[in-house]
Every structure is written in C-alpha cells, then in structure tokens.
C-alpha cells in the first residue's frame, strides 16, 4: 500500500513539474530524478518508468524557450511619447501615471520565427 501512494506522489510530481514550471532545465532534472526515484522504489517493475522519464528529462534539457514573435510599439497621440517593448501590457505604466492619455497608435510588428 505504502509503494503504490508513493508510486502515485512520484507521477503526481513529474505531471506538476512538467506542466507548471517554465524553465526547461529544472523540469529535466527533476523528470530524470522521477525516474530514478522510481526505478529505487519498485526495483524491476520501475525499468519502463525509469525510460520514460530519462527520455522526457532529456528532451526537456535540450528544449529552448521560444521569443516572442512580436514586437508591440505604442505611440501617446496626447503627448508624442513612444513606447516599445515585446511585451503586449507594457504601456499600462504610461496610462496609470496619466490617466488623461487615453488616446494610442499600436502597431504590432512580426518578425520572423526560425523553426
């Protein structure tokens, strides 16, 4: 009874780990100490387990995070201020500290993506 709650908080960790945390080296490592983890707690029945999570790791390891694609440009049409930034809520600091600059020109610039 003991192994298989400890079986399922292994996988529950790996599900957590690989879909909640963004950088991709820390999600290897962890899958990769899931597996061996796994493989200690059931011995010859941990093997599959142990393959998987080993390939998922290592493929997590070699997995770059992507840029974004976009290039947001926000012109002030009240005071002539030009702001840029990749992020798409960069111009609300602007808006908060003058909130009598409602009127803007966005222009979103794509630039390509190598896949």
């Not at 999600?27 to 093997?47: D, F």
């Amino acid at each position: 009874m003991l192994i298989a709650v400890l079986i399922i908080a292994i996988n529950a960790a790996a599900l957590f780990v690989a879909f909640y945390l963004k950088n991709t080296n820390i999600v290897g490592i962890i899958l990769i100490s899931c597996g061996a983890i796994l493989l200690v707690t059931v011995q010859l029945w941990g093997l599959p387990g142990l393959a998987l999570y080993i390939v998922s790791g290592v493929l997590a390891l070699r997995e770059k995070p992507t840029k974004s694609p976009r290039k947001y440009t926000a012109k002030c049409l009240t005071c002539g201020l030009e702001l840029r930034s990749i992020n798409s809520d960069f111009a609300r600091d602007h808006v908060v500290d003058n909130p009598s600059h409602l009127e803007y020109r966005i222009v979103v610039e794509m630039r390509p993506v190598d896949y």
